[in-house]
T-cell receptor, first 114, second 114 residues
Framework: DAKTTQPTSMDCAEGRAANLPCNHS???????VYWYRQIHSQGPQYIIH???NNETNEMASLIITEDRKSSTLILPHATLRDTAVYYC???????????????FGQGTTLQVKP | EPEVTQTPSHQVTQMGQEVILRCVPI?????FYWYRQILGQKVEFLVS????????KSEIFDDQFSVERPDGSNFTLKIRSTKLEDSAMYFC????????????FGQGTRLTVV
């Protein structure tokens, strides 16, 4: 599975968009970009995933660059409840996708401030 | 919304004792996982389970660990002889498929070995 790199921490003002970047320069063609978050030691929560095209759901938008070497998770109107650790995971190479194993890094700690 | 449930939420045990952590995955899911998170550290994969057998396990998942799906609904993690370093949050997860789908995590069991 490709390695991902994320900033250690970010701040965002409540009500503003939070843009969380992720680098995955070694991602292979069949690997998806997944985002999960973990709120205060609760179980990780799925947010969104994508392969090539930008994706949007009720929680967030995912923008993937054309070369697929990086992506950005966008929380359009961050609230205090979005304070969490956000994990970007490249997933889908044959080995891990066969078993479903997710490899979590350190993630980005997003602090949403009033 | 369907959810993965774990019991107990907190377990305290003496070193050397056996513990069983219990999970009820989402009912139509076929793939089951255990992860752990030592305080302040990353979420680590332990084991994946499909079709009543282990499909992948990590180096952490040694002979002291075992998993079982004793009936159609429960999925358990057993630690035979607990060590102090087994103290961690243990998360169960399940998914419908392994590719292009999300994993749903439980809220975790906090295991404290004294």
């Amino acid at each position: 599975d490709a390695k991902t790199t994320q900033p250690t921490s970010m701040d965002c003002a409540e009500g503003r968009a939070a843009n969380l970047p992720c680098n995955h320069s070694t991602i292979s063609g069949n690997e998806y970009v997944y985002w999960y978050r973990q709120i205060h030691s609760q179980g990780p929560q799925y947010i969104i995933h994508g392969l090539k095209n930008n994706e949007t759901n009720e929680m967030a938008s995912l923008i993937i660059t054309e070369d697929r070497k990086s992506s950005t998770l966008i929380l359009p109107h961050a609230t205090l409840r979005d304070t969490a650790v956000y994990y970007c995971i490249a997933f889908g190479a044959h080995g891990s996708s066969n078993t479903g194993k997710l490899i979590f890094g350190q993630g980005t700690t997003l602090q949403v401030k009033p | 919304e369907p959810e993965v449930t774990q019991t107990p939420s907190h377990q305290v045990t003496q070193m050397g004792q056996e513990v069983i952590l219990r999970c009820v995955p989402i009912s139509n899911h076929l793939y089951f996982y255990w992860y752990r998170q030592i305080l302040g550290q990353k979420v680590e994969f332990l084991v994946s389970f499909y079709n009543n057998e282990i499909s992948e396990k990590s180096e952490i998942f040694d002979d002291q660990f075992s998993v079982e799906r004793p009936d159609g609904s429960n999925f358990t993690l057993k630690i035979r002889s607990t060590k102090l370093e087994d103290s961690a949050m243990y998360f169960c997860a399940s998914s419908e498929e392994t590719k292009n789908t999300e994993a749903f995590f439980g809220q975790g069991t906090r295991l404290t070995v004294v």
